[in-house]
């Protein structure tokens, strides 16, 4: 700890602290899944204050629209590996800790073996499929998941999943969200955010995670913390468990890329699941079958036979699509479009 003792100074003399503080934080396995707006103020908090190693998992490339709030990345990066860029810079930062890049898409086939090498989940993801994905892996296996949100001007923070005295766990996701439809709420490219609220929200994880680590007892379990930025208000809500017992993982829907589709198009039934004025502005082929309306057209899909590709802007409204159509009829093949047609 000599090396240690002089650049985590500030933090080792803070009351409660100390070396012992300090070690438990070079000992600790923290994963973050999504490397984007809340996944880099995380990490770099994290990296710097000496967490022994950091697993950052996602499988997105760098976007020019990304900049304004993934600030860990500049223009040099557009079109590299997020997880490749962000492993490089934060061991620039720290060279002291273990970055591990997990570049893939956590899915229900691969995320219980990705978290069980880790102590704490932290969540910076996107969209609710992985949301609900992570929040169930972390049930199942036992493991703390620290929650993040953000859109437009409000963000949320939330522990869940936490191991009690009483031998219990804290509330987790589904007791908060039991059925959120993503198609209901934006993202962040189709309602805006800005940019500041996600060095806000994802510091506010990475400092929850540093309590959890150095084992504080005032966390965010069973609490969500709200914030508007425009208000400068905050809410503290105190929840409670209400969901049933989470038994097993939902399957999680797959994504074709548009070069793939563009080779491959003649072997799918296209579903266009935007507005109609939407899709007669500009549209990449199909039926238009805006997601609202979906259950009135399952008796026509339930007749296809070739595996449905469904498509939208982003791949948000899509994905809520395919999980339908997947639920409706679990014998077909179902796939979205990844990143929606937003970057034809």
């Given amino acids: ?120 989940i932290i969540e910076g993801t996107d969209n609710f499929e992985t949301k609900y994905l992570l929040n169930d892996a972390c049930v199942l296996a036992g493991k703390p998941l620290i929650y993040g949100a953000i859109y437009q001007y ?76 425009m208000s400068g208000k905050t809410q503290m809500i105190k929840l409670r468990k209400t969901s049933a017992p989470i038994t097993e993982l939902q399957q999680t829907i797959p994504f074709i890329t548009l070069e793939y589709f563009k080779e491959n198009q003649e072997n799918f039934e296209i579903i266009d699941v935007r507005t109609a004025q939407e899709h007669q502005n500009f549209n990449i082929g199909g039926k238009n079958i805006p997601i609202e309306e979906l259950h009135d057209h399952f008796h026509t899909i339930s007749t296809v036979s070739q595996p449905i590709l469904v498509y939208c802007l982003s791949g948000k409204r899509s994905s809520e699509a395919a999980r339908k159509i997947k639920k409706a009829f679990p014998e077909k093949e179902v796939f979205s479009l990844k990143g929606g047609i937003s970057k034809t």
């Fill in 1 to 120: 700890m000599s090396d240690s003792l002089e650049r985590y100074q500030c933090q080792i003399v803070l009351p409660e602290f100390g070396v012992s503080s300090q070690e438990l934080l070079k000992n600790a396995k923290v994963l973050i899944v999504g490397m984007g707006g809340l996944g880099c103020p995380s990490a770099q908090y994290l990296a710097s204050s000496g967490i022994g190693t950091i697993g950052i998992a996602d499988d997105d490339v760098v976007s020019l629209s990304n900049l304004h709030r993934q600030i860990l990345y500049t223009p040099d990066d557009i079109g590299l590996f997020k997880v490749e860029v962000a492993a490089k810079k934060l061991a620039q930062q720290n060279p002291s800790i273990s970055v591990k890049p997990h570049r893939l898409r956590v899915s229900s086939s691969n995320v219980m073996d990705l978290i069980s090498e880790y102590d704490l």
């Fill in 154 to 229: 409000e963000g949320q923070v939330s522990f869940w999943n936490v191991l009690q005295k009483d031998g219990t766990y804290s509330t987790n996701y589904r007791d908060v969200f039991p059925n959120v439809e993503e198609s209901q709420i934006p993202n962040c490219r189709e309602g805006g955010v800005i940019p500041t609220l996600a060095g806000i929200v994802g510091c506010m994880q990475a400092n929850e995670a540093i309590k959890y680590l150095t084992q504080s007892e005032d966390i965010l379990a069973g609490k969500l913390w709200i914030m508007n930025v």
